[in-house]
């Protein structure tokens, strides 16, 4: 079983749609959790950390659910340089290791 | 703002030969990483490193594989060896620890290695 499921994509969606994402991890014991997004042939920047009582930033809000084991991001107003391809990471039981889903890639359309 | 900065940006290199890749992480960083990237697959973890010394390692970080912090600012990884399964591209990130609960990670832009 993978550490980190996504659904690949692609969300395809028009100029201020509202898209959510989730994100499920198989070690109950992860401790961290964040989003990242990368454009293509790009690295991966930090857009969030997850916190336990979920957060927010701007037009995108992270949450956290221990007991099912996912997370998810939601992004509303989207904007066409939001087209890109989003990562969830989670660090195992806080040692120095992390893994990262696949990705689920985001289009938004004019 | 400070970012991770990586050389080369691209390196090709032939089937058994030593690579080594280069980066520089953020000044104030205590954590570093290298992570690689095979085309069109997601990203995988390699090594992590605190305090001089590899504090975890992926099962593809095999013996093949050294990292290094020769200086006060400089992180390599070396592929003593290098095969064409290894034909990626590779990112470093560094991170402060956060409480020690969060562990951010900022990532260079890569290094694409090709091996032929």
């Known amino acids: 079983r993978k550490e980190v499921e996504q659904d690949p994509g692609p969300f395809n969606v028009p100029e201020g749609a509202t898209v959510a994402f989730n994100c499920t991890y198989s070690?109950?014991?992860?401790?961290?959790f964040f989003w990242y997004r990368q454009d293509c042939r790009k690295e991966p920047k930090l857009l969030m950390s997850?916190?336990?009582s979920g957060n927010e930033d701007g037009r995108f809000t992270a949450q956290l659910n221990r007991a099912s084991q996912y997370i998810s991001l939601l992004i509303r107003d989207s904007k066409l340089s939001d087209s890109a391809t989003y990562l969830c990471?989670?660090?195992?039981?806080?040692?120095?290791?992390?893994?990262f889903g696949s990705g689920t890639k985001l289009n938004v359309k004019p | 703002e400070p970012e991770v900065t990586q050389t080369p940006s691209h390196q090709v290199t032939q089937m058994g030969q030593e690579v080594i890749l280069r980066c520089v992480p953020i000044s104030n960083h205590l954590y570093f990483y290298w992570y690689r990237q095979i085309l069109g697959q997601k990203v995988e973890f390699l090594v992590s490193?605190?305090?001089?010394?590899?504090?975890?390692k992926s099962e593809i970080f095999d013996d093949q594989f050294s990292v290094e912090r020769p200086d006060g600012s400089n992180f390599t990884l070396k592929i003593r060896s290098t095969k064409l399964e290894d034909s990626a591209m590779y990112f470093c990130a560094s991170s402060e620890a956060v409480n020690r609960v969060s562990y951010e990670q900022y990532f260079g832009p890569g290094t694409r290695l090709t091996v032929t």
């Open positions: 997850v916190y336990s």
């Open positions: 070690n109950s014991a992860s401790q961290s």
């Open positions: 990471v989670v660090n195992l039981n806080n040692f120095n290791k992390f893994y």
């Open positions: 490193f605190y305090n001089n010394e590899i504090s975890e």
